[in-house]
């Protein structure tokens, strides 16, 4: 038998959705009870419905039989545990990672900041040398001028200017 749920009900089978059409065993006294209930009335909560009317229905028929080979309770709960401690394992590993890039990072930032202050140092030693040049350079100008000067001074001898 197939109930096709026009409104969602908590009942003692289980809650039924709206929408969705429910495969019910007409041997269960409890399911019996349910659809009798609840399809009876002006405004019936759930409708009885063919297999063929139900597959034109349906976006997602539910069983609410538990089939022979499909996992019990505690089958998807150790399934679903071991897929939780995987995850947890994959977590701690990824959050070692970044942790790990995170220290390279601060090494690389610290040597950056040590290159730069080592730069630094030597552009200014530069600019010294280039006006302690610049002051020799001024010196030895100013020493040619000097003695340019008491060259001219100097007395002409044997025809020589």
Known sequence: MFVHVKSTRHTKIGTLRRGVVYAIDEKNQAARSVVAAHTGGDNPAMKKVSAAEA?????????????DGSPT?????????????????ALKTTEEQRDAEVAKVTERDAKISELTSALEDAEKQRDDVIAQAAEQKAK??????????????????????
């Open 73 to 89: 309770l505690s089958e998807d709960a150790d399934e679903l545990s071991a897929q939780f401690e995987a995850m947890t394992g």
């Open 55 to 67: 597959k034109k229905l349906a976006t997602k028929m539910v069983s609410l039989d538990l089939e």
């Open 140 to 161: 030895i100008d100013e020493l040619q001028a000097l003695v340019a000067e008491k060259d001219d001074l100097k007395p002409k001898q044997d025809g020589k200017k």
